[in-house]
């Protein structure tokens, strides 16, 4: 689906516990403190200084707009991902992020072929209502979200709108979707005003190969 690159959150925000009623962790489980804090700051040091970044045109209602965020893509050969009009060929895994790989692939009992890195420099940097729901990830993909630096607000809601649910994803935490989360839910990181610093998020996923 494509990631709208106006990334302004129009949707109510409730002060409900709404996780609880509506996402249950079958959809959307969240673990803080996944990584320990020195390995979590060292991760993000790393990826920072040694990404290379991208920051891609994609076109949005006929325009083409700069992403309002800087990506890279990894993977095994032949894991391409195709999305919003772009067409990823993955590099290789960083040492570091095979490492982070084999271990949430034998937490999660999953495999995982790629990972797309995004890094949100400031709040300016956000990401649309989207779900992960390209045909080359399946129907019921498992998604393991790893967030780095900086605290931002994650929203989740139903596909047909509606309130959202927010979620805090803090450094060090893993957001494990699966399930209906990407076929029934929506999800945000919005635009903020307040002042926030670098946050880096890993998506790590398996794409059928063709
Ligand atoms: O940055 C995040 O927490 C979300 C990233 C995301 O939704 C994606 O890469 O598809
Ligand atoms: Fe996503």
Redesign the pocket.
């Known amino acids: 689906m494509a990631r709208s690159a106006d990334c302004r959150s129009r949707s109510v925000i409730t002060d409900r516990p709404v996780v609880e009623q509506q996402i249950g962790p079958e959809t959307f489980e969240y673990r803080p403190g996944f990584l320990g804090r020195d390995h979590a700051d060292g991760l993000l040091q790393y990826l920072w200084r040694g990404v290379v970044w991208h920051q891609d045109p994609i076109v949005m209602f006929g325009r083409r707009v700069l992403q309002p965020r800087l990506t890279a893509w990894f993977g095994d050969a032949g894991a391409r991902y195709r999305y919003s009009g772009l067409d990823l060929e993955p590099d290789s895994w960083p040492r570091r992020l095979a490492e982070l790989k084999d271990s949430l692939q034998r937490e999660l009992e999953q495999s995982f072929n790629s990972v797309?890195v995004?890094a949100?420099r400031d709040g300016r940097d956000c990401?649309g209502w989207?779900a992960?729901d390209e045909p080359e990830l399946g129907p019921v993909p498992t998604i393991a979200?790893l967030?780095l630096g900086a605290t931002?607000r994650?929203l989740i809601r139903r596909g047909n709108g509606g309130p959202s649910t927010p979620m805090d994803?803090e450094h060090g935490s893993l957001l494990v979707m699966r399930g209906d989360a990407q076929s029934r839910y929506r999800?945000a990181?919005p635009r903020t005003a307040r002042p926030v610093g670098l946050r880096i998020?890993l998506?790590f996923r398996h794409v059928r190969q063709a």
Do not use: I, P
């Open positions: 797309l995004n949100y990401m989207h992960d979200s967030s931002r994650f994803l999800h990181v998020n998506t």
